[in-house]
């Protein structure tokens, strides 16, 4: 059976991926070699600047430099990651893609690995769900970082390590594609829409088409950013340009339906459905059939990583006895796949409360392995994507709503140590953020009684252990977390989850003692350059000091317990009262989580809420209810991740003053 008919929730959507070494996507660059001379250009130091090395290499190649600098913008952001492989297995500014040099760097991360507590294995699955062995497996690509060797003779070593080579590689492959179409090398970035769409990667039409509209978007509004190698990089905007969008159809590339999906028209979405089945003994999977938003709102989208590579993970959620999710994303190109219609429960958050209330959103990718970085046209796809689902379903853009999956409480007490990690410390949600349009920035003064956690990316590089090796430290990297002390002392205790049941530590899945960009909570003290927050029940603090803040101010409603209460309940789950439950929907437990809100304590308030569960315990849906209660709750910001408090037992106020 699914699971019993008193208690269907704690379990379900949690579910495993295995974790696999880092490999690259199945789309396939269909570029055609021509022969060149080696490239000079190449041969310069990166030293001279990168700026220096994309004007060197357009000239070389005859490729307009805009149009170089704005598929770099979007393949790295201009960032160098140090010669280290990205999520695909791409190198360098470029994103010239080896995935088999990739598989033999990471190859390792698989092996000895601590508990990732992401979506890979370990948690609780939902009780449909069995894994089959074997399912994650590295799929097949063409590779372009072969290809740009051969055509400017230059070593595939020298192309994964030296930006100024990888700049180059980058070029040959857009003139080989400009030449393979039959169109001139011409100097105005206009006539380049159909290469750019070639050199993405994607072997359908409608993929290229969205990669090639972003690179010309960056195109039109400029970029200038200082990367990862501390070098200022300028593209200067050219907001009339308008490219030969007729070339895409003399690609050759194939189409794909976008039929069924949900998604908005400037992504490439296609529909790979989870199925709705029967097996085994009276189970079925591997989600549930609903009517949202019409019988119950949609408040919530998590963002999860996959612990997984695309091929692998498609394979999993097309598998009834596995779970699912409502969308994956493909990092190489930022391809987008749908699996379960909106309208439907996904199981995929390890909360059947927010399973219920939420869209969940997979991103092709790795949580302890910082270095193998996600490509911007990734973070864009997804972006629109939320933007999208915000506006149809009214869903604020705001760090209590969109939730990575490492913010979704535990249910219950016994499942919080359970509870996933992913995206996790790596993902970038001050650029992601910038992407949905909701830049994050201070909203109020100094006396605004609240703080929203925003330290700058690059240079915020806390010390994380475990990524490799149990306890040894992961490569610095930068983070979108701060970390938390008892006292204002960087060489005091960490801060602990008392759910957790165990002593804090640094390690990379670790979450007692972080906070993480975007979220907001009441300042509780000051001292010099650090800051006290309520967390937990606890008083916890972090350096922020003026010259290089990790959070900036800010105002907004807060609760704390009503006058007389020493301390109030705090819960994992929105479930209604016993009253509320109709005949033959059995009662589920309102059980108070291990910690409290203590009295004198001030909390963010995220959203209000009544008290809500979907009953869906069977495959046929003629028994499903909603079941909505009388009484309110409060989501706020408890520690890192989101809860819940009874609106009965707590007053609203002001953060200010």
């Known amino acids: 059976m699914r699971g019993s008919a008193t208690d269907q929730t704690p379990a379900a959507g949690s579910r495993r991926k295995g974790r696999t070494a880092v490999a690259v996507s199945s789309a396939a660059l269909l570029i055609p070699l021509l022969g060149a001379a080696p490239s000079q250009s190449a041969t310069q130091s990166s030293t001279g600047g990168l700026q220096r090395a994309f004007a060197s290499a357009a000239a070389e190649y005859r490729v307009p430099q805009s149009v170089l ?39 390792h991360l698989a092996e000895g690995t601590e508990d990732p507590r992401g979506d890979a294995a370990r948690a609780a699955l939902h009780p449909a769900a069995r894994v089959p062995a074997g399912s994650v497996s590295p799929p097949a690509r063409l590779e372009t970082l072969p290809k740009a060797a051969e055509l400017t003779g230059i070593p595939a070593g020298k192309l994964r390590t030296d930006p100024a080579a990888n700049v180059a590689g980058g070029a040959a492959l857009l003139a080989a594609a400009q030449k393979g179409l039959g169109e001139p090398l011409s100097a105005d970035p206009a006539d380049w829409y159909g290469a750019v769409a070639r050199f993405s990667g994607a072997d359908d039409r409608a993929t290229a088409a969205a990669y090639a509209n972003d690179v010309y978007d960056v195109l039109r509004t400029g970029e200038r950013r200082t990367t990862d190698a501390g070098e200022l990089v300028t593209l200067t905007a050219r907001p009339r340009l308008s490219p030969d969008t007729a070339q895409l159809g003399r690609t050759g590339l194939r189409t794909v339906s976008d039929d069924g999906t949900e998604c908005p028209r400037k992504v490439s979405c296609e529909w790979v459905p989870a199925p709705y089945a029967e097996f085994g003994d009276n189970d079925y999977g591997n989600h549930d059939l609903g009517d949202r938003p019409v019988s119950q709102s949609i408040r919530y989208i998590v963002i999860h990583d996959t612990e997984g590579t695309w091929d692998g993970v498609l394979n999993l959620v097309q ?99 359970g509870m996933h990690t992913d995206p996790g410390p790596y993902w970038d949600w001050r650029h992601y953020f910038e992407l949905l349009g909701r830049p994050l920035h201070s909203t109020a003064g100094r006396r605004g009684g609240l703080v929203t956690i925003r330290p700058d990316y690059a240079a915020n590089r806390p010390v994380y252990t475990g990524c490799v090796t149990k306890g040894e430290p992961c490569a610095a990297h930068g983070s979108s977390e701060v970390r938390l002390y008892s006292d204002h002392d960087e060489n005091s205790a960490l801060i602990k989850d008392i759910g957790l049941g165990t002593d804090p530590t640094t390690g990379v899945n670790d979450l007692s003692s972080r906070v993480s960009t975007g979220q907001q909570y009441a300042v509780a003290d000051r001292w010099g350059d650090w800051t006290a927050i309520w967390y937990l029940g606890q008083k916890a603090w972090f350096r922020n000091p003026r010259h290089e803040p990790t959070a900036v101010n800010a105002a907004g409603l807060v609760v704390t317990p009503k006058e007389g209460a020493q301390s109030v309940p705090v819960y994992g789950r929105a479930y209604p009262e016993k009253e509320a439950y109709p005949a033959g929907v059995p009662v589920q437990s309102v059980s108070p989580l291990p910690y409290t809100l203590p009295a004198g304590q001030r909390y963010v308030v995220g959203d209000v809420l009544p008290g809500e569960y979907f009953y869906s315990v069977t495959f046929s849906t003629d028994s499903h209810r909603v079941v909505v209660g009388k009484d309110l709750y409060y989501e706020i910001q408890f520690g890192h991740r989101v809860a819940f408090v009874r609106a009965a037992d707590v007053k609203v106020e002001p953060s200010a003053g």
Not at 76 to 105: E, F, I
Not at 350 to 365: D, P, T
Request: charged share 15%.
């Open 69 to 107: 600098l704005a598929v770099s913008y979007l393949q790295s952001r201009w960032d160098t990651h140090a010669g280290a492989p990205s999520v695909t297995g791409g190198y360098g500014p470029m994103h010239l893609t080896d995935a088999r040099t990739a598989l033999a760097t990471t190859e």
């Open 319 to 417: 598998d009834p006895t596995y779970v699912s999710w409502n969308y994956t994303i493909r990092s190489t190109d930022g391809l987008i796949a749908q699996h379960v219609k909106a309208k439907d429960v996904a199981w995929h958050a390890g909360n059947w409360y927010v399973n219920a209330k939420s869209v969940g959103i997979e991103h092709e990718g790795f949580l302890a392995a910082p270095d193998a970085w996600y490509t911007e046209a990734m973070y864009r796809s997804s972006a629109r994507l939320v933007r999208y689902l915000s506006k149809r379903y009214g869903i604020p853009l705001d760090r209590q709503h969109i939730l990575g999956h490492d913010t979704v409480p535990g249910p219950t007490t016994s499942y919080i140590p």
